[in-house]
């Protein structure tokens, strides 16, 4: 309380007992003990209302004891049912939550993790693929903020998502691993990875890679051997020993027919060898029989072009070659597509030249085109000239119907620099993303597509999309999704398909342990996205014959069905729309693979290196007696005293009301008594 307040609050208390006398002491004739009492119940009443007057504020300190986290993950993949570790597993769970002392001293969560990390305590041990980066990556988002140990319960061996050794780098915690599956070595021989291309061109050859590795102390014989259905396409004898525990061995297939051929590379097993599952692997190649090549052609040099390479290349189906003008016009018939790069004064024979192959084409402005020519050369669309230049953002038109577009958070990019001035177009266009500027979406393209004369084009009117695939990579830590982005557009100008009311993506074949999902989109008449439909997959097992349904689910602007529950094999399936006589048909394959079979034992080493980098202790699930105590004893997770300290002001005491009132009623009450009123 500060000096001021205090010294008001003294004179308040001088001013209320000279009021109170003055009152029964000097101006009254009532004399004795009941005139004292009178006179205290005034002054208690006076110095009441000076203390609402001034309102001093005092301070409220409140103790509470914070106990730290626990934060329990357990590892819920089917390599703990593989290493007969899950009945372990349910039982350390049990003697976790069932412990007093334990939730006692810890605030306990309990976290499983497959692909995926969720808040729960139930197991099935079911999921296909295990992410322990993901693990570290969540908690530390939510715990690094608070003292939380953490009890990893998990084999060590991680099938997906990065290196979980360096996450404790970026999580703050103790990390405890209960170490499920001992140190036990095994004599096993691996197919440890295999390497191939997923496209291959007919009558072609095809390189594929594989490395064996064997763990054992002694010498032994073995073959590699691929064969596609019951014919073995190349075999080679393998020998390995303590020293040479693995092999590299490259060699080519022939592609002899088109679509989708299936392999089984498998190397031999050794007698008692016991684990034989991670001697196979099957793989797919689908053969094709052309390639789409795109000339991307410019006459200015810029970082552009670099990424639109790198985004067409990322499908083997595609090559694009950078090339000047005149580059191309002495090798125009080698392509099916055309990217034409901020066409300058050079470009007149070029857009004669591709109008002369009825190539289709992708125009892409910025700040040096010659806009003045562009306008002459073509009469689809027309660019005011105002020799200014603007920054545009992007924004995804929601309804744009051509081809599946993924919403990669475009608002999020960076702006594009293009003419300023208005883009008309003399032509029916759909716009794929419209021009924001400061905010404001405007009603103007800056990049669409349309159709003439059987040939289909796209504009662009903004340099700088090189950006964009550096921001694609910050937010997905991959440039995949704006590869595909790219890919889908060239895709569909690539080709003189008509457009359709549903469209279907799918790839031919899967493996094993990748997501099976098919994306559609469904349109009303007027090409205007349909929300409200109702879409079912019918699939059919082509070995079993056995048929099964699934619904669509619709998210953002696509419709969206998760197969990945199916059984290895290949199946025909059709989309249709319920209440409509729409529908499309299609085949895929499902290679039979489970990474997480692949191990024998855990990954000892690397849980125990977690353990001494992140000032932790390792245990096995077979000497789990001691980690409850240990955890409980650790001086670091001791429960701490805090204190909140919080300034209240008097006003908000509602007990100085009730002296006011109670001290007025007694006066009152003894005034009447007495006949003084």
Partial sequence: MQTQTITF????????????????????????????????????????????????????????????????????????????????????????????????????????????????????????????????????????????????????????????????????????????????????????????????????????????????????????????????VFSKPLTFSKEQTSQIVNFTLPANRVG?????????????????????????????????????????????????????????????????????????????????YQPTNNFRSLFSEIDKLKLNKIVVAGSKTNWSLLNQLQSNYKQELTNQSEEYQPSLNQNYGTFIIDDLSFGEFPPLSGEFGET??????????????????????????????????????????????????????????????????VQYLSTNQRRTRLNVNYESFYNGNENVRIIAQFFNKNYEFEDNANLNITLKNKDTEETKSFPFVLKNTNYEVDLSGLESGDYSFTVKVNDENISKSGELKILEYNVEQQFLNANVSKLESLANSSDGKSYFIDDTSTIIDDLINDSRFATIQKSTKKVVPLIDWKYLLALIALSLAAEWFIRKYNGLI
């Fill in 260 to 340: 989708v051929t299936s392999y089984r590379a498998q190397v031999l097993p050794l007698d008692n060898e016991k684990n034989t599952i991670n001697n196979v692997k099957n793989f797919a190649v689908e053969v094709i029989d052309q390639k789409t090549n795109v000339a991307i052609v410019s006459d200015v040099l810029h970082p552009d072009l670099g990424a639109l390479k790198k985004s067409i290349e990322s499908n083997e189906q595609r090559n694009a070659e950078i090339l000047s003008s005149t580059e191309f016009l002495a090798k125009s018939g080698e392509f099916q597509l055309v990217i034409v």
């Fill in 424 to 489: 008309s177009f003399t032509v029916p266009f759909e716009t794929i993303l419209y021009k924001t500027i400061n905010g404001n979406q405007i009603d103007e393209p800056l990049l669409a597509t349309f159709e003439i004369n059987d040939k289909r084009e796209a504009l662009l009117v903004g340099e700088g999309i090189w950006r964009w695939r550096a921001q694609a990579f910050i937010n997905e830590n991959s440039f995949n999704t704006f590869d595909n982005f790219i890919g889908k557009l």
């Fill in 9 to 232: 609050i003294i004179i308040a208390g001088i001013i209320a007992l000279s009021l109170a006398l003055f009152q029964y002491a000097y101006k009254s004739k009532l004399k004795g003990k009941r005139a004292w009492i009178l006179t205290a119940l005034r002054f208690v009443t006076y110095f009441s209302i000076f203390l609402l007057l001034i309102n001093p504020k005092f301070d409220s300190v409140t103790y509470y004891n914070e106990k730290p986290n626990l934060v329990v993950a357990v590892d819920n993949s089917e390599s703990i049912n593989y290493l007969n570790q899950s009945q372990n597993t349910s039982e350390l769970i049990e003697t976790l939550k069932s412990s007093e002392a334990l939730n006692d001293n810890f605030n306990v969560e309990f976290y499983n993790f497959g692909k995926e990390l969720q808040q729960s305590d139930s197991l099935s041990f079911d999921d296909k693929q295990s992410n322990l980066a993901l693990v570290f990556e969540r908690l530390s988002e939510v715990y690094n903020n608070s003292i939380s140990p953490t009890l990893l319960i998990s084999d060590g061996n991680q099938t997906y998502g990065n290196d979980y050794a360096y996450m404790t780098k970026r999580y703050k915690q103790s990390v405890f691993p209960v170490i499920l599956g001992d140190t036990t070595t095994y004599t096993d021989l691996k197919l440890q990875q295999l390497n191939v291309n997923r496209y291959a061109y007919l009558k072609n050859k095809f390189p594929v890679e594989v490395i064996a590795t064997y763990n054992g102390n002694t010498s032994v014989n073995t073959e590699l051997r691929i064969s596609a259905g019951n014919t073995t």
